[in-house]
């Protein structure tokens, strides 16, 4: 975890930064002394990050981006580099769509869709982050995968799971390529968090069940727990953290039998 101002003087791009773990990391990185380039499609989400930020006296500028579109991007890590330079990449947007299911459920349109933004925008986020991060003398890119990555689910979401295990495998060649140029770059796994992703499994209590059985704690991770640990990724406190899959999952890949 970050503490006083760890970050002071380094740029953090948060792609996803207008709600749930994306936003708790904004806030969390800029009480550290980062400047943030807060990404996300949703304006208001977006808008609403940068404000929380500046009320508490950070610093943070709003970039409007789709992660799945090469320009947005490219804009997004120009805006970056023209404010203090890019030395911190949060790859944390994605989505997860109902109609996710098991493969002979799944369209392609949906499938299309999630390795669009889970996947292609983790990797153009690096695409166009990478030579920014070598330019600024170094940095930390922290990929956002899940548990799903490592332990599969019997309520199939195919594509997420595919994507995210992309983003895994992903993240490790990376990491190891980079490694000599000053770039860590590390897949943080959450387990299952309380954020508006997951939504519409925790408004139906049985579904909600069938997940809490699996968690040795019985709780969901909160958006901060996870923001936690991408901020440790972030800062020189994990300087020999590199091509890791950092499992935030309350035990969940750890367990056989959970108690009663
Ligand atoms: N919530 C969970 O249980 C959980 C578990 C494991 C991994 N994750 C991963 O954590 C990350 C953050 O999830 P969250 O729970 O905070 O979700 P969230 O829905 O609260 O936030 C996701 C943010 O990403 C933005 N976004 C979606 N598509 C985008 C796009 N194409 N371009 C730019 N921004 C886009 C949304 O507008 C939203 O602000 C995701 O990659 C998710 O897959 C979440």
Redesign the pocket.
């Known amino acids: 975890m970050t503490s006083g101002a760890e970050l002071e003087g380094r740029t953090a791009l948060i ?10 990391a904004a806030q969390l990185m800029a009480a550290a002394g980062a400047t943030v380039v807060v ?4 304006a208001e ?2 808008g609403e990050t940068v404000a929380q930020i500046e009320a508490a006296g950070g610093a943070a500028v709003f970039v409007g ?5 090469a320009a ?1 991007i490219e804009g997004a890590i120009e805006v970056a580099k023209q404010n203090g330079g890019l030395h911190i990449l949060f ?6 769509p109902e109609a996710d299911g098991s493969p002979p459920d799944t369209t392609e349109d949906v499938w299309d869709l999630v390795m ?3 996947l292609k ?1 983790v990797f153009l986020g690096c695409k166009y982050g990478i030579p920014a991060m070598i330019e600024a003398g170094g940095g930390s890119i922290i990929n ?5 990555a490592v332990v599969g689910a019997a309520t199939s979401q195919i594509a ?1 799971t595919a ?2 295990g992309g ?1 895994l495998a992903m993240t490790r060649e990376i990491a190891v390529e980079y490694a000599r140029q000053g770039i860590r770059a590390n897949a ?12 519409e499994f925790l408004s139906d209590p049985k579904e909600k069940a069938r997940r809490l059985v699996h968690i040795p704690m019985g709780r ?2 909160e ?1 901060s727990e ?1 923001a936690r640990a991408a901020c440790f990724l972030a800062s020189p406190a994990s300087s020999y953290v590199n091509g890791s899959t950092f499992l935030v999952d309350g035990g969940i890949t750890a367990a056989y039998v959970t108690p009663e």
């Open positions: 792609t996803g930064a207008g709600s749930g773990i994306g936003r708790e990404c996300d499609l949703d989400g977006g981006a789709d992660v799945s579109r947005d790859n944390n947007a994605g989505i997860f669009n933004v889970n925008g956002t995968a899940s548990f799903v997420y994507s995210k983003v943080l796994c959450p387990g299952p968090v309380n954020t508006p992703l997951l939504e969901l991770a958006a996870i």
